[in-house]
């Protein structure tokens, strides 16, 4: 039988996790991350979880389709859209790692441990792609975003498998696949700082791959499954896009994913197609 004090340093945990979800102002919502990381207390107990976390007013989301066309990263309205977007998908990035701490309940103390460590790295991501911004004479805020990623976690709101395989495993890894090419970019227009922000950013979110792979194996072995299986089956049932290419094979190895996941997915790439059952030898996407 849980002690009462652990009981309470529970439930104070899970209470400042909502309250840091909660926070409706970036530097806030931040600084009780930060606070979080620190504490001893390290699972989250039932709470209800909010449909829409906290966020500030602006930047006003509108649908995919109405976002501006990117301008060429050799402008520096360029080079700021494309940092404002990275800053968007951080930001919901923090939310969608506080929403896996509070939403899924008993789950062993290594999993809370984790995803805690994820929304602090994610916290300093967006501090740094928003300083980014501000030293542009912007800030996080001034251009229109999308929904997308926030989307995917209310689509996966009751089943902590469902959410390690097609958070983590689906849009976060599109993330290892894009970024070193963004990077390059950066370099080539001449944005060093921008570019090992990026390179800084690419690194933890391999350990973000790989801690949902992690979770989802898992929760697979708990119920029974084939890993490889249920997630190509997930992925048929529950994502409605398309698997994107070229992969960064190397960074999805270190991500988690198998030989045979790998060659499933880039099947579904070289047909561009979406996700279909097959054998396992055939298979804030990152809204990037």
């Not at 805690?116 to 790295?121: F, H, K, N, R, S």
């Not at 980014?132 to 001034?142: H, I, T, V």
């Not at 469902?162 to 894009?178: Q, S």
Request: charged share 25%; hydrophobic share 45%; glycine share 6%.
């Amino acid at each position: 039988m849980m002690h009462v004090t652990e009981e309470k340093q529970h439930r104070d945990f899970a209470t400042e996790v909502l309250s840091a979800l909660l926070a409706t102002d970036p530097t806030e919502k931040v600084t009780q991350v930060r606070a979080l990381h620190c504490t001893g207390a390290v699972r989250a107990a039932l709470l209800p979880c909010p449909g829409v976390p906290g966020r500030p007013a602006r930047p006003e989301l509108v649908a995919p389709k109405k976002l501006p066309r990117r301008r060429a990263l050799s402008t520096q309205a360029g080079r700021f859209a494309l940092l404002h977007a990275l800053a968007h998908i951080e930001f919901n990035a923090i939310n969608l790692a506080l929403d896996a701490l509070c939403r899924f309940v008993d789950l062993p103390v290594a999993y809370y441990q984790d995803w805690l460590q994820v929304a602090q790295e994610e916290a300093e991501h967006f501090v740094l792609l928003r300083g980014l911004l501000q030293a542009m004479g912007g800030d996080y805020g001034d251009l229109p975003a999308h929904d997308g990623l926030w989307e995917m976690a209310m689509d996966t709101a009751t089943d902590p498998l469902e959410r390690m395989a097609l958070v983590p495993r689906v849009l976060e890894a599109r993330g290892l696949d894009v970024t070193p090419a963004i990077r390059e970019r950066l370099q080539e227009a001449g944005d060093c700082v921008a570019a090992a922000v990026l390179e800084r950013i690419e690194s933890d979110e391999r350990g973000h791959v790989a801690i949902g792979s992690r979770w989802f194996r898992y929760l697979c072995k708990q119920r029974g499954l084939d890993a490889e299986q249920a997630f190509r089956q997930l992925l048929q049932e529950r994502y409605r896009g398309r698997i994107q290419g070229p992969l960064a094979l190397e960074a999805r190895r270190a991500g988690g994913f198998s030989e045979q996941e790998l060659l499933w997915l880039q099947k579904c790439v070289a047909q561009n197609q979406r996700p279909v059952m097959g054998s396992a030898a055939e298979e804030k996407s990152a809204h990037v």
